[in-house]
């Protein structure tokens, strides 16, 4: 009697939330979620930190000091991750996350908050990095697109709700608890994530090469590109009532960024060379354009037109419904990408203008509603296709660097339109007539940096 023939058992994908991997992609996406959260929230309730502290002549470095401290902690976590593994720098930017957290709660004058911020960036620029490595290490190949699809459900949630709660929060017991009520939810985040600290990778990473993988050089470069971004926005700040110092300032600060950003840059990026290093300062041509107006616009709306925290935040939330859409769209469409580009940058520059309209007198404030959903719909069918496009650009044994790279222009570019528009801020005024004038020129600014990325979408071809 012949034995039965063995039959294949068919393959099986580990699913995320199986018992395998779920208490590591729970803690994941709960980590990710809260810093996202954090990122969301603090634009609603930066007006009531300005008036409490007397902060409002920092209300653009707040979020510049997270930026630029996050710029310089990612390259440096990733170098670190790669050559001693993810653990440590994990563990290091929760603890200073939390530490930032409570800092900016407890803050008793603007000084403190801006210490705070920067604790912060350092957190979560180390926290990210050491997530995306820990994807790598700890989940198959097969099973990474999925998990990297429930990252971007984490950012899109707190984008929906974040600002909203925050503004209740904030109303109910106060702006501190809304980064108290963070602190807490570390804890249950780090126990599920236990085990994948503690877990061995399957393989070991093979050590990157190039001038983009060397830790000193790149450490140095990152560092010059932070510090000098910092130099430049505290000279640009000042030009009003320092002009000869500042303008110091900021030829230092132009010369050390322009250093650093050569080294953490692929060749030709400064120049807008064809191809890969256009796409990647495309990233940053879109960050600043949006977010440069983003971050002003609770200011408006709670100064020049007395909403209260709440409804400032339900405008935001409309942001992110309309950059859902449009990264949904950029993955059907049939189009270049450099159309796409082109297109997101357009949608933009237009969703800009029209917020201008909400700071006009006789004219609701909530127009900013309909004006942010066009331009986060740019920004998720143009931002989306510049990241995927950078990557299929890009050599095999250069989609780190390049990752990392595009990370650089989007922080770079967020970071110096919020410390520029803080600065014309100061310079106009801080009554609410001279926030809204302010306003104005802030947004011509970052229309005219969008109408850029338009021009330059072809060069990304």
Same mark, same amino acid.
């Given at each position: 009697?012949?034995?039965?023939?063995?039959?294949?058992?068919?393959?099986?994908?580990? $699913?995320?939330?199986?018992?395998?991997?779920?208490?590591?992609?729970? /803690? &994941? !996406?709960?980590?990710?979620?809260?810093?996202?959260?954090?990122?969301? =929230?603090?634009?609603?309730?930066? #007006?009531?930190?300005?008036?409490?502290?007397?902060?409002?002549?920092?209300?653009?470095?707040?979020?510049?000091?997270?930026?630029?401290?996050? !710029?310089?902690?990612?390259?440096?976590?990733?170098?670190?991750?790669?050559?001693? *593994?993810?653990?440590?720098?994990?563990?290091?930017?929760?603890?200073?996350?939390?530490?930032?957290?409570?800092?900016?709660?407890?803050?008793?004058?603007?000084?403190?908050?801006?210490?705070? @911020?920067?604790?912060?960036?350092?957190?979560?620029?180390?926290? &990210?990095?050491?997530?995306?490595?820990?994807?790598?290490?700890?989940?198959?190949?097969?099973?990474?697109?999925?998990?990297?699809?429930?990252?971007?459900?984490?950012?899109?949630?707190?984008?929906?709700?974040?600002?909203?709660?925050?503004?209740?929060?904030?109303?109910?017991?106060?702006?501190?608890?809304?980064?108290?009520?963070?602190? #807490?939810?570390?804890?249950?985040?780090?126990?599920?994530?236990?085990?994948?600290?503690? @877990?061995?990778?399957?393989?070991?990473?093979?050590?990157?090469?190039?001038?983009?993988?060397?830790?000193?050089?790149?450490?140095?470069?990152?560092?010059?590109?932070?510090? /000098?971004?910092?130099?430049?926005?505290?000279?640009?700040?000042?030009?009003?009532?320092?002009?000869?110092? =500042?303008?110091?300032?900021?030829?230092?600060?132009?010369?050390?960024?322009?250093?650093?950003? @050569?080294?953490?840059?692929?060749?030709?990026?400064? $120049?807008? /060379?064809? *191809?890969?290093?256009?796409?990647?300062?495309?990233?940053?041509?879109?960050?600043?354009?949006?977010?440069?107006?983003?971050?002003?616009?609770?200011?408006?709306?709670?100064?020049?037109?007395?909403?209260? #925290?709440?409804?400032? *935040?339900?405008?935001?939330?409309?942001?992110?419904?309309?950059?859902?859409?449009?990264?949904?769209?950029?993955?059907?469409?049939?189009?270049?990408?450099?159309?796409?580009?082109?297109?997101?940058?357009?949608?933009?520059?237009?969703?800009?203008?029209?917020?201008?309209?909400?700071?006009?007198?006789?004219?609701?404030?909530?127009?900013?509603?309909?004006?942010?959903?066009?331009?986060?719909?740019?920004?998720?069918?143009?931002?989306?296709?510049?990241?995927?496009?950078?990557?299929?650009? =890009? #050599?095999?044994?250069?989609?780190?660097?390049?990752?990392?790279?595009?990370?650089?222009?989007?922080?770079?570019?967020?970071?110096?339109?919020?410390?520029?528009?803080?600065?014309?801020?100061?310079?106009?005024?801080?009554?609410?007539?001279?926030?809204? @004038?302010?306003?104005?020129?802030? *947004?011509?600014?970052?229309?005219?940096?969008?109408?850029?990325?338009?021009?330059?979408?072809?060069?990304?071809?």
């Amino acid at each position: 009697m012949k034995a039965p023939k063995a039959v294949d058992t068919p393959y099986e994908q580990p $699913r995320i939330f199986g018992a395998a991997y779920r208490a590591a992609t729970i /803690g &994941i !996406l709960l980590v990710v979620t809260l810093v996202a959260f954090e990122g969301m =929230s603090v634009g609603v309730v930066m #007006p009531q930190v300005s008036k409490q502290l007397d902060a409002l002549d920092l209300y653009g470095l707040s979020f510049s000091a997270f930026l630029i401290a996050s !710029l310089f902690a990612n390259v440096v976590s990733g170098l670190w991750a790669d050559r001693r *593994g993810y653990t440590m720098p994990f563990l290091l930017g929760v603890v200073l996350f939390v530490l930032g957290m409570g800092l900016a709660g407890a803050a008793v004058n603007k000084e403190l908050f801006l210490a705070a @911020r920067a604790v912060q960036g350092l957190g979560a620029g180390c926290t &990210i990095v050491a997530i995306y490595v820990m994807i790598a290490r700890v989940y198959p190949a097969d099973v990474r697109p999925r998990v990297f699809a429930a990252l971007s459900a984490a950012w899109v949630v707190p984008a929906m709700v974040g600002p909203a709660v925050a503004g209740f929060v904030a109303d109910t017991w106060g702006w501190r608890w809304v980064f108290y009520g963070i602190i #807490p939810l570390v804890l249950p985040a780090l126990v599920m994530l236990v085990p994948a600290l503690k @877990r061995r990778p399957s393989q070991e990473a093979a050590p990157s090469e190039g001038p983009r993988s060397r830790p000193v050089a790149m450490t140095l470069a990152a560092l010059a590109a932070a510090g /000098g971004a910092g130099v430049l926005l505290w000279g640009v700040d000042g030009l009003h009532d320092e002009p000869a110092r =500042s303008a110091v300032a900021v030829v230092a600060g132009l010369a050390a960024l322009g250093y650093g950003l @050569r080294k953490l840059l692929p060749p030709g990026a400064l $120049r807008f /060379g064809a *191809g890969l290093p256009t796409t990647i300062m495309l990233r940053g041509f879109f960050s600043a354009a949006f977010f440069g107006v983003n971050g002003f616009i609770p200011l408006v709306l709670e100064e020049v037109k007395e909403f209260d #925290p709440r409804l400032a *935040g339900i405008a935001l939330t409309t942001g992110a419904l309309g950059w859902s859409t449009g990264s949904y769209l950029q993955s059907r469409r049939s189009a270049e990408p450099y159309r796409r580009i082109r297109t997101g940058a357009a949608c933009v520059m237009a969703g800009v203008l029209l917020s201008l309209l909400s700071v006009l007198p006789g004219v609701t404030g909530w127009v900013a509603v309909p004006a942010w959903i066009v331009a986060g719909f740019g920004m998720g069918l143009g931002m989306t296709t510049v990241s995927v496009t950078a990557l299929k650009q =890009s #050599p095999v044994n250069e989609q780190g660097a390049n990752s990392a790279a595009l990370s650089v222009t989007d922080m770079l570019g967020s970071a110096l339109a919020f410390g520029v528009g803080g600065a014309l801020i100061n310079l106009i005024g801080h009554s609410p007539s001279e926030i809204a @004038r302010g306003f104005e020129v802030i *947004g011509g600014l970052m229309a005219l940096v969008a109408f850029a990325a338009m021009l330059l979408a072809r060069r990304a071809r």
